[in-house]
């Protein structure tokens, strides 16, 4: 994606940002790098469930996994997420929030 379209969807629209972004390999370098300098005062939106999915996944990894390596780095990339998340909002960059039940 060029840095062009980058920049005119971050300024433009709402990002909603996944479990699965956040736990990419590359995640830091991709939202500090890639997308921070061009958000404007925009934050990326996460949805508390994310976040317990993070949560979940950085203590216990998938429950579907059973190769303790695999359950290892799964719960390493959900770690890293987590934080990486908690350094954006703590810098303004993203935004929690909750919906109903039902929504």
């Known amino acids: 994606m060029k840095e062009s379209a980058i920049q005119a969807i971050a ?9 699965c972004a956040f736990m990419h390999p ?32 950085s203590k216990y990894g ?8 695999k359950i290892d780095d799964t719960k390493q990339l959900a770690s890293n997420g987590r934080k990486i998340f908690n350094d954006l909002e703590k810098e303004g960059y993203a935004q929690r929030f909750k ?5």
Do not use: C, M, W
């Open 62 to 69: 998938s429950k579907n996994e059973t190769d303790q390596r």
């Open 99 to 103: 919906t109903g039940k039902n929504d």
């Open 26 to 57: 590359k995640a830091h370098t991709f939202f500090n790098n890639t997308l921070i300098p061009h958000l404007d005062n925009n934050p990326l939106l996460v949805h508390e469930s994310v976040l317990y999915q993070l949560e979940k996944l």
């Open 11 to 19: 300024g433009d629209y709402k990002i909603f940002v996944d479990t």
